[in-house]
């Protein structure tokens, strides 16, 4: 069964806003889980949610649209599609070099939007399909100090903890359980599983699908686990990172 697609609207015009929500909620195949009014709010109904689509508009009151999209990129999915919504249309080029989706102005055109909903959903339900059926060839198999043995996909994973004192590694699920792993467990073997399995420091292996950003020489992981704040990483593995990621 296809997943609702995640939406929500960054935009600090209240009219426009409205009215753009009044014709999303007609699209039975979206999920409208909010709107914030700058870049701020915007970056944290971002983390809150994983958005599939974002409208995005030019101008913020604290930042121009193309400069939020650009700082977020990397916390993105690579499925999420943003649409630029704007009063003017002399943004046009510079939204198609930031690599946006589509582009609408303000106010609504019905048949527009119409057309970039249908685009959204044909390419976004595709790249879903591909995603999930990647996600689940990829297998972590897990055992538990108490003998229990866990077959989980590497995005049920937000990181490993390792405790030094007692020896043995915790697995952090993005649901926000936590499972303590068998010492015998070893870290080489948890790197293993997945690509997005990386070590920033020796004692925590984080999944960077899962990374909201760093900070202070810190991975701040995305919800629950965003208060966690002692996840180091090492000068070396951030510029390794920053290969992949440069916004991060």
């Known amino acids: 069964m296809k997943s609702l697609l995640k939406t929500i609207i960054i935009d600090d015009d209240k009219l426009a806003t409205g009215q753009l929500k009044t014709e999303l909620v007609k699209c039975s195949m979206l999920n409208i889980c909010g709107n ?13 949610f994983n958005p ?75 790249k879903q399909e591909n995603v999930e059926s990647r996600t689940e060839s990829e297998q972590v198999m897990l055992n538990t ?16 903890a390792y405790n030094e004192k007692s020896r043995y590694w915790t697995a952090f699920l993005s649901n926000g359980k936590k499972y303590a792993l068998k010492r015998s467990t070893k870290g080489d073997k948890l790197l293993c599983f997945s690509d997005s399995f990386m070590m920033p420091y020796k004692s925590h292996i984080i999944n960077i699908r899962l990374l909201a950003f760093i900070k202070d020489g810190h991975c701040i992981m995305k919800p629950p686990f965003e208060k966690v704040d002692d996840i180091k990483i090492s000068n070396a593995k951030l510029i390794d990172l920053r290969k992949i990621y440069p916004n991060i």
């Open 52 to 126: 599939d689509l974002i409208f995005l508009d030019v101008e913020l009151p604290d930042c121009m649209g193309f400069d939020f999209l650009h700082s977020v990129r990397s916390l993105l999915k690579k499925e999420c599609h943003v649409v630029f919504f704007t009063a003017y249309n002399k943004y046009l080029i510079k939204a198609l070099r930031e690599k946006a989706f589509d582009y609408l102005l303000k106010p609504i055109d019905q048949k527009e939007l119409s057309i970039v909903l249908g685009r959204v959903l044909d390419e976004g339900y595709a």
């Open 36 to 48: 914030a009014y700058t870049g701020a709010e915007g970056r944290i109904l971002l983390l809150d």
């Open 145 to 160: 100090a108490k003998g229990e043995t866990l077959m989980l996909s590497p995005n049920e994973i937000s990181f490993f």
